[in-house]
């Protein structure tokens, strides 16, 4: 049972370091840049040349925490809860901020809550626990036509449960188990 939490746990880390790629790859505000100019000049004994060498540096300035909707089925689950905790401390250490959506296992709600994340345009990525699985992917692609990176996290968006592939083009990660698969598994 133990390696069962364990794999689980780095699951949820991976969906994690999947939306932080995106968010880094394609950021929709530009960041602001400082350039230092590095200036040396040495004359030869023997001539009057002057070389002159110029070094640029470049570094970005502080920016605000990267923040992500985790749009959650529902936080009173403890397997959720967990992921969310381990997603927590991997986002804290790399400048993300985790905002919850509680959707209490009601799919209309969260489907209100999955379009106000999209609306406020305040996210650079979305980790989905999807109530509705194939329901889900005109939101998915709502978000996806934002700009905003998606990861799924424990169920299926799709019709296909026998594959843990990304089921919508543009997902950046798909983090489960096929219900399928682990149901076979099961017995």
């Not at 001539?47 to 570094?59: E, F, G, N, Q, V």
């Not at 986002?91 to 296992?105: K, L, M, R």
């Not at 990304?166 to 489960?176: C, K, R, S, Y």
Request: aromatic share 4%; charged share 15%; glycine share 6%.
């Amino acid at each position: 049972m133990k390696h069962l939490t364990t794999t689980w746990r780095l699951l949820a880390v991976l969906a994690v370091f999947a939306l932080i790629a995106g968010a880094c790859s394609s950021t929709s505000e530009p960041t602001e840049t400082t350039t230092t100019q590095a200036t040396a000049t040495t004359e030869a004994p023997a001539t009057d040349a002057t070389t002159t060498t110029a070094a640029a540096t470049t570094t970005e300035a502080p920016s605000e925490p990267v923040q992500v909707a985790y749009l959650s089925a529902s936080s009173a689950n403890t397997w959720l809860a967990a992921s969310r905790e381990a997603m927590e401390q991997v986002a804290a250490d790399n400048g993300i901020e985790i905002v919850e959506f509680d959707a209490q296992f009601d799919p209309a709600l969260q489907q209100q809550q999955f379009q106000d994340a999209i609306a406020s345009g305040q996210y650079a990525g979305i980790i989905l626990v999807a109530l509705t699985g194939a329901a889900a992917i005109p939101d998915v692609q709502d978000a996806l036509d934002a700009g905003i990176e998606v990861v799924v996290l424990n169920q299926v968006v799709g019709e296909d449960l026998s594959t843990s592939e990304p089921q919508v083009d543009g997902i950046a990660a798909a983090v489960l188990e096929p219900p399928l698969l682990r149901g076979q598994r099961i017995g």
